[in-house]
């Protein structure tokens, strides 16, 4: 069965750094563009970062740019979300996805993403 499977989500202080990653399974990743959407409480699912299966061009939110590094090791089949200084409103479940489709900007959260993981969640706060 083909799916992604996140790990390293949980609760730290403002400030503080977490890494996410993403392993694949049933498929094979180096096929598929990346990334990391994240949805909080009553807000809609956004786009955090994402990187091209080339691994050249990577994509970030303007609130994360410069705290947030995406990166993926298709050797490994894993994609990893590297978060520091982090802040109370990077609170939310962050979801890892892959995308067949070419991109040339941050995807959508739509049906044209092909795979998405099960949801890590991420919890800043004093």
């Known amino acids: 069965q083909a799916q992604l499977v996140e790990s390293g989500g ?3 202080q403002p400030g503080g750094s977490l ?3 993403c392993s694949a399974s049933g498929f094979s990743l180096d096929n598929y563009n990346i990334g990391w959407f ?3 409480p009553g807000k809609e699912r ?5 990187i091209d299966r080339s691994a050249f061009n990577t994509y970030y939110a303007d609130s994360v740019q410069g705290r947030f590094t995406i990166s ?5 089949n894993t994609m990893y979300l590297q978060m520091t200084a982090l802040r109370p409103e990077d609170t939310a479940v962050y979801y890892c996805a892959a995308l067949a489709l ?3 900007s941050m995807p959508t959260a739509g049906p044209n993403i092909n795979y998405w993981g099960q949801g890590a969640q991420v ?3 004093s």
Not at 46 to 50: L, M, N, R
């Open 10 to 12: 949980g609760s730290v």
């Open 19 to 21: 890494r996410l990653s």
């Open 38 to 40: 994240r949805q909080a």
């Open 46 to 50: 956004e786009g955090v970062a994402w």
């Open 72 to 76: 993926r090791d298709n050797v490994k």
């Open 102 to 104: 070419s991109i040339a």
């Open 123 to 125: 919890t800043v706060s």
